[in-house]
């Protein structure tokens, strides 16, 4: 067998560090809606980035801000929102 | 050899097992106590109420559990272990394949027994057969002082670096479980030696408080191929480093097994029987009887199940006339016993002879001297070119 592959991992195991590798993962690409806030609603209670599956929500101090290369579009913040600042927009409105 | 003789005492299977386990100093154990293997779990918590044994003893209320709490610790960093038979075995399955998945070097001892469907407190390997793809390396042993020599050397495997690689060590309930006979109980501190090397290596991965690493995780397109091309390739080194440590075993404790299998008798034999377990030591009695009638047969004790010991099985059986397996479960979907059925797929690098299955030994019932005797008549037969039956369940035909 010749493998052509180049390893992801360093280690034997499946291991990986969250700040290079997992967030590394093109979760990003299976969004068909995104989240868009409202910052006149928002009262930067955390719940978004409570609840967010793959903790994607970026602290930035006064609110949350989404890290579009990792949000899967679940819609969840926008549910959990209490203030209704999120609203979930799709895809193709953003298509240039 | 380096290490100074034990001390020489009578007791179980189970006994051995629990004695074996302390001298590795685990960190880390947790196991629910089932019948046949309850008297590990026992003595183990004496050992740990008697403070000998330094460990993180964690009661648990079933088995799946156990297998996450020590899965759990091993990818901690701590050294574990369980014990566990039959329907335990199966109730932590999805654990197992994560445990293994994980690459955590978790070393069980599993009491083999029949699993479920029919209810059956009685000993047989179906248990051990139902976990084969499970990413575990699955080792056989045939009595109480290989119960402690095999947990010894499960250590030096599982947590080798190039291994990484969580190890089953089984043993017959029953026969061996409740079987008191003389075993020698090595010196810790010379366990201790043996288990040396293993600090020696780099260190393998570990949770570390306060740094976000995933273990497992990434499961996605080639992470996950390359993450099972790399369990798939331990588990084939691993059959090598198997015959390394018994080697470096019997140098350093002056008793060894064989490795991969036990070749009794075969350099010459025209015939070979294939046993595993404590069948092994009926089996051997058996061929010495036929050899002083003149019968060129020999035996090979399967220790390794998992991986499957390919090469050291072609090497043995290599132009050998015939063939027979004595399997004590059952392989459902294929006519022959699970061990036949893989014996069978080496045909074309061991010759075309016939290959004879039988099934023997299920739920308590004796693999004895008239069933090996049989079984050897019998393949001696059609090694001849004799017609022959290509399965045979033996205690159905009496």
């Given amino acids: ?96 | 050899m380096k290490a100074k003789k034990g001390q020489v005492r009578v007791m179980t299977g189970n006994a051995a097992a629990a004695y074996a386990a302390r001298l590795c100093r685990p960190e880390v154990v947790a196991s629910y106590p089932i019948t046949p293997q309850s008297e590990v779990v026992e003595q183990l918590s004496a050992f740990h109420a008697d403070g000998v044994l330094d460990a993180e003893m964690i009661e648990v209320e079933g088995e799946n559990s156990a297998m996450n709490i020590v899965c759990a610790a091993s990818v901690a960093g701590a050294r574990v272990f369980t014990a566990t038979s039959s329907y335990g075995l199966v109730f932590m399955y999805d654990t197992l394949l994560q445990t293994a998945g994980f690459r955590a070097p978790v070393v069980m001892v599993n009491v083999n027994r029949e699993t479920p469907g029919i209810h059956a407190v009685s000993t047989g390997q179906q248990d051990m057969i139902s976990t084969r793809d499970s990413g575990w390396v699955q080792i056989i042993v045939e009595n109480d002082q290989e119960i402690i020599d095999q947990i010894i050397m499960a250590y030096r495997l599982a947590e080798d670096y190039d291994i990484q690689l969580p190890v089953m060590v089984n043993y017959d309930g029953y026969y061996l479980s409740y079987l008191a006979e003389a075993v020698e109980i090595p010196n810790i501190e010379d366990v201790d030696g043996f288990l040396a090397p293993l600090k020696q290596q780099p260190q393998r991965p570990r949770l570390i408080p306060g740094q976000a690493r995933g273990c497992g995780t990434h499961g996605i397109e080639m992470g996950y191929v390359e993450a099972r091309y790399k369990h798939w390739l331990a588990l084939e080194k691993s059959a090598k480093k198997v015959d390394e440590i018994d080697k470096a075993f019997g140098e350093y404790f002056g008793r060894s097994y064989g490795g991969q299998i036990e070749e009794y008798r075969t350099a010459d034999a025209d015939i070979v029987i294939l046993a595993s377990g404590s069948a092994a030591g009926t089996a051997r009695t058996v061929v010495d009887a036929k050899r002083k009638d003149g019968l060129k047969v020999g035996l090979i004790k399967l220790r390794l199940y998992r991986p499957f010991p390919e090469e050291r099985l072609v090497q043995a059986l290599k132009g050998k006339k015939a063939i027979g397996v004595i399997d004590r479960s059952v392989c459902f979907g294929w006519k022959y016993g699970p061990m036949c059925t893989e014996l069978k797929v080496l045909s074309p690098k061991i010759g075309s002879a016939p290959i004879l299955s039988y099934i023997d030994g299920l739920a308590n019932l004796d693999i004895n001297i008239p069933h090996v005797g049989r079984v050897i008549d019998e393949v001696s037969a059609a090694a001849k070119g004799k017609p022959y039956q290509e399965i045979t369940w033996i205690p159905m035909e009496e």
């Fill in chain 1, 1 to 96: 067998m010749v493998i052509k592959h180049k390893n992801i991992f360093e280690t034997e195991s499946a291991w990986s560090n969250a700040d290079k590798l997992l967030l590394c993962l093109d979760t990003g690409s299976w969004r068909t809606e995104r989240p868009v806030l409202d910052k006149e609603k928002c009262n930067y209670c955390g719940l978004c980035a409570l609840y967010c599956p793959p903790q994607c929500m970026k602290d930035m101090e006064d609110h949350y801000e989404v890290n579009l290369g990792f949000c899967k579009g679940c819609g969840i913040c926008a549910k959990e929102c209490p203030r209704g600042a999120i609203t979930m927009v799709p895809e193709g409105e953003f298509v240039k």
